[in-house]
C-alpha cells in the first residue's frame, strides 16, 4: 500500500499519527513482570534438561529462509537490498537454528532461544496473533535412537506448562508426517499434491469438514477421495488409534505407515515412563503446514471454558515436531533435530485473561514509605527504610517529593495496590519506633489504625504482615 493511501486525516495536515504498526506490542510494568516470569519459567524448564542458551540475528539472507515454510513463505518480511545482501526477518527460531548447526558443523546439542519472530499475517492481537512475536523454542540435535529425544520434548512442554500454572487445561496433540503421508497415499492422493492437502487438513481444527473437503476437491481431488482421507483424519484418541490403524489391511500394508506406527509404538513406551500418556492425544488431523517436519510432529492447544460451552479461543500455544532434512539444505552432513516452540504471547494472552496481570499489579510493591506530621518531610530518613526494605528483598516505595503531604502518599500507595504502608513520624522515630498500616482494612477491623514497631524488626514486621494481609502475591521472577 503507498504512503498517501495510509494517511489519515490528522496527518493529512501535517500531523504525525502516533501509534504502533499493527500486530505489535509494548510491554510495561505487570505485563512485563508476567512476560519475565513466562520466560523464567520456561528457562528454568530448559536448564533442567541440559540445554544451551542461543541468540541469531533478527534477520537472515533470505536464501536461508525460502522454501521452508510451504504455504506460509509468503509471510516472510522482505528487506531492501543493502551492501548487495537481500535479507529477510526471520520467520522462526528454526531455521536460523539450522542455519547455525551448519555453518559452524555442530553435530550435537541440546540448545534453547527465546527472541522476536515476525510473520507479516493479518493481526488479531485480542486472540494473542501478532506480526512480532516471542518465541521459546527447544531443540534437540543429534543422532540419537528412535524416539529418546522426542519423548522427551513432550516431557517438557508437561513440564513447562506445570509451571505456567496451565498444566491441567492443556492437551498436546500429536501425529506422524510418514503416517500422514502413507494415507494421502493410500487414498490416492498424488505424491505432489500431498504437502498443500496436509495443509487442508490442517484446518480441521478451525474449519468444519465440509468447508476442508472443499478446498481438498479445489486443490484437485475427487470427492471419493477426498471423502476417505475425512474417515481417517477425523480420529484421534490414544493407542485406540494405533490400534484403528492396524486394523485396516490396505493402511498397515502401507510401508510408510509401518514406519510411523513403530515410531508411534515406541514413543508411547516412552511416555509411560515419563508419565505423560495422559496428556497426549493421537489426532490423525494434525499436520503442521510447515514443509520442513519429517516424523513426529505435535501442538499443545488450550481450551478455554465459559458457562455456555467449551472451545479454543486462543489456538495453538505451542509447537514443533521432527526436522531430520533441514540442517542437510545448509551444508553436506545431515543432523537430525527435533524441538518445539512455545508462543510467549499467547500464553501471555491467556495468563492476563486469568487476571494473573492484575496479582501482580497488587504487588508490584510491597511497602510505601511516608512521612507524617514532620515539616521536612523526612526525606534522608525514608530513603534510608526503603534502603534496609529493599536490602531485606522487600518492593518498596516513597514520594519523589521532599515534603509530601499524608493524603497525597496514600493515594499513590492505594493507587498502586500496595498492601503495607511504613509511616514515619518524627517523634516515633526519636524513640526507636515507627507505625506500619495495613491498607484497604474495612472499618472497625482492629488494625484498621496501625500499630508501631521497633525500628530494629522493621523488615520481620513488614514481611509477617505481608504473609496475613498482602493479597495475591506477585508471580516469582525465578
Not at 86 to 103: G, H, K, N
Not at 266 to 290: C, E
Not at 320 to 345: A, E, H, Q, W
Request: charged share 30%; with cysteine.
Amino acid at each position: 500500500m503507498s504512503a498517501p493511501e495510509t494517511k489519515s486525516k490528522e496527518n493529512a495536515k501535517g500531523k504525525t499519527v502516533l501509534k504502533i504498526p499493527k500486530g505489535t506490542r509494548e510491554w510495561v510494568g505487570p505485563e512485563m513482570m508476567l512476560r519475565d516470569h513466562v520466560f523464567n519459567t520456561l528457562s528454568d524448564v530448559f536448564n533442567r534438561h541440559g540445554a544451551t542458551p542461543l541468540d541469531t540475528p533478527v534477520f537472515e539472507l533470505k536464501e536461508i529462509l525460502a522454501g521452508k515454510y510451504g504455504e506460509d513463505s509468503k509471510l516472510i518480511y522482505d528487506l531492501a537490498d543493502q551492501g548487495g545482501e537481500i535479507c529477510a526477518l526471520r520467520y522462526d527460531l528454526t531455521v536460523p537454528f539450522a542455519r547455525f548447526l551448519a555453518m559452524n558443523n555442530i553435530k550435537n546439542i541440546k540448545r534453547y532461544q527465546i527472541a522476536k519472530v515476525y510473520r507479516r499475517d493479518q493481526p488479531a492481537v485480542a486472540r494473542g496473533r501478532m506480526r512480532e512475536f516471542y518465541q521459546c523454542d527447544f531443540d534437540i540435535a543429534g543422532e540419537y535412537d528412535a524416539m529418546i529425544p522426542d519423548s522427551e520434548i513432550l516431557r517438557i512442554m508437561v513440564e513447562a506448562f506445570r509451571g505456567l500454572g496451565l498444566g491441567q487445561d492443556v492437551t498436546i496433540k500429536i501425529n506422524h508426517r510418514k503416517i500422514l503421508d502413507g494415507l494421502f497415499q493410500v487414498a490416492g492422493v498424488p505424491e505432489d499434491k500431498i504437502r498443500s492437502i496436509s495443509s487442508a487438513v490442517d484446518k480441521l481444527d478451525k474449519m468444519s469438514w465440509e468447508e476442508v473437503k472443499k478446498e481438498m476437491i479445489e486443490k484437485g481431488l475427487t470427492a471419493e477421495v477426498a471423502d476417505e482421507i475425512g474417515s481417517y483424519t477425523q480420529k484421534s484418541g490414544g493407542r485406540d488409534v494405533l490400534e484403528f490403524l492396524k486394523s485396516n489391511e490396505r493402511v498397515a500394508a502401507n510401508e510408510t505407515v509401518k514406519e510411523g506406527l513403530a515410531d508411534m509404538e515406541l514413543l508411547y513406551n516412552y511416555l509411560d515412563a515419563y508419565q505423560i500418556a495422559d496428556k497426549v492425544s493421537f489426532d490423525l488431523s494434525l499436520a503442521r503446514g510447515l514443509d520442513y517436519y519429517t516424523h513426529i510432529i505435535y501442538e499443545a492447544v488450550i481450551e478455554l471454558k465459559s458457562e455456555k460451552s467449551t472451545e479454543t479461543r486462543i489456538g495453538s500455544i505451542a509447537a514443533g515436531g521432527r526436522y531430520d532434512n533441514l540442517v542437510g539444505m545448509y551444508g553436506k552432513t545431515k543432523i537430525p533435530c527435533v524441538g518445539v516452540s512455545f508462543g510467549v504471547d499467547r500464553i501471555f494472552t491467556i495468563l492476563k485473561q486469568r487476571k494473573e496481570d492484575e496479582k501482580l499489579k497488587q504487588r508490584s510493591v510491597d511497602a510505601f514509605v511516608m512521612a507524617f506530621g514532620a515539616k521536612n518531610g523526612l526525606l534522608v530518613e525514608r530513603m534510608a527504610v526503603a534502603r534496609e526494605l529493599w536490602d531485606a528483598g522487600i518492593k518498596a516505595e516513597f514520594s519523589p517529593k521532599a515534603k509530601p503531604k499524608l493524603p497525597q502518599q496514600f493515594k499513590a500507595a492505594e493507587s498502586a495496590g500496595v498492601p503495607v504502608a511504613v509511616i514515619l513520624g518524627e517523634d516515633e522515630l526519636a524513640e526507636g519506633k515507627l507505625k506500619l498500616k495495613v491498607l484497604g482494612l474495612p472499618d472497625g477491623h482492629p488494625e484498621k489504625e496501625g500499630r508501631l514497631v521497633e525500628k530494629t524488626k522493621l523488615v520481620e514486621e513488614v514481611k509477617k504482615l505481608l504473609e496475613e494481609h498482602g493479597g495475591p502475591k506477585a508471580l516469582p521472577l525465578r
